[in-house]
């Protein structure tokens, strides 16, 4: 645990360092304060309504939130349509080679593609800000009440919440000491935590025989915690040689070095594409059911069959689940890997992947390896998805949210522990980097 948390200690000690932690740290507080602001005219008792209606979707959405959307605070939409307008331009880098020669051009490159995909978050914002207020104020009972002014009010509070939250991130990532969306995203997990452990207490009072079941998942959620961690620091070294070559007047030496391939390099982003496909067509359904009760027989059948086959409880749904994160696991992998480039690059600068030639050898050597590590990593991803929906049943445990988004398994566990390790391992290069600056300095003192 020591060795853990020694880049914290050691960077605490860094004027520059501790200045950017205590920069994040208030950012977080600017963040959760922000969560307590309501857009106003809130109806309380309409936002629960919807939350018991809505078969677990908007508790699943709210869970990145840090319950902004069952506030209906000003940051209700969070940050996710600056993460979905950045995933939209990363497919489009694969789509349009303009935009792969765009990313290829350095410092004015990446400014022009983040200034691209703020502009389509907003528009994204302004959309979703206009349907959510839309939906609100036509629910029964309603979220907002009716009115013009009110539906102006609501999505000018809603889109300038989530604008504050990407500029903040953008501060917390210049000024900060790591990815600001991440820390983002982090902190309305952390921020929910409080109010899942009064849950917890609060079963274990109802109900004395919970505890030991309690004790159990809180057993599997520290082996989860150790398997993620375990799995998303796992890469597969693939050995590189690097011939000699002449720079200037002199001979450069060949290196050894290799190619490391991760295990889940596509992170969380299969889970949240795969449970949002899997959890609307039964939340439409109920919705459809509860909205015209004496409606058409047959249309009435094929929704309480999509209502029932799409439950997490259901088979078919945890199948159609999985299916889809290993689907989204293999997509992404292929967004952020171009195995063609990659083998170009090395045949450029002399490298060879050792008993393969340089090119098309090497591209289907490593396209058959990345393959095959894409498949653990989409299995360890639906298990650890599915875990999620299923121990909360096998344990039966009272069906509360608290079962089914906190301890076991998800996208919580494992963008908390993957935002952990991030922040830990930027502050131990920030060290390593202070050190090297330090002992050139002082062999620049020095006399040859």
Known sequence: MKKALEPLILAWRVPELRNRLLFVLGA????????????????????????????????????FGGG?????????????????????????TIAFPYFKELQREGEYGRRKMAQWTRWAAIILTIVQAIIATRAFQSFTPAVLPPGFGVFIQSVVCLTAGTMF?????????????????SFIIFAGIVARLPVNLAELLEIGQNDPTVIAKLFVMLLIFIATIYVVITVTQGERRI????????AGQRMVQGQRSYLPLKVAAAGVIPIIFAVSIVLFPGQIATWYIQA???????????????????????????LFYAGLVLLFTYFYT?????????????KRYGGQVQGYAPGRPTEMYINRVLTRITF????????????QWWMPTL????????AGSLLVGGTSLLIVVGVALEIMQNLDQQLKMRQYEGFAKGMGKGKL
């Open 68 to 92: 902004a959307l069952r506030k209906l605070s000003i940051l209700a939409l969070g940050i996710m349509p600056y993460i979905t307008a950045s995933i939209v331009f990363q497919v489009l």
């Open 395 to 402: 344990l039966q445990l009272p069906p509360t949210e608290v």
């Open 376 to 387: 653990a990593g989409g299995v360890f991803l639906a298990t650890l998805a599915l875990m």
């Open 292 to 318: 015209n009760p004496g409606g058409n027989s047959t249309a009435i059948s094929i929704a309480e069959f999509f209502a029932r086959e799409f439950n997490p409880e259901a088979i078919t749904a945890s």
């Open 239 to 246: 050995p590189v040689k690097y011939a000699a070559r002449q």
């Open 334 to 346: 292929a967004v952020l890997f171009d195995v063609r480039d990659l083998s170009d690059n090395l």
């Open 165 to 181: 939250l990407i500029w903040l991130g953008e501060q917390m990532t210049t000024r900060g000491v790591g990815n600001g969306i």
């Open 28 to 63: 977080i507080v600017l963040y959760i304060t922000a969560l307590n602001i309501p857009v106003p005219n809130a109806n309380p008792a309409g936002i629960e309504a919807l939350f018991n209606s809505s078969a677990g979707v908007l508790g699943f959405i709210d869970t």
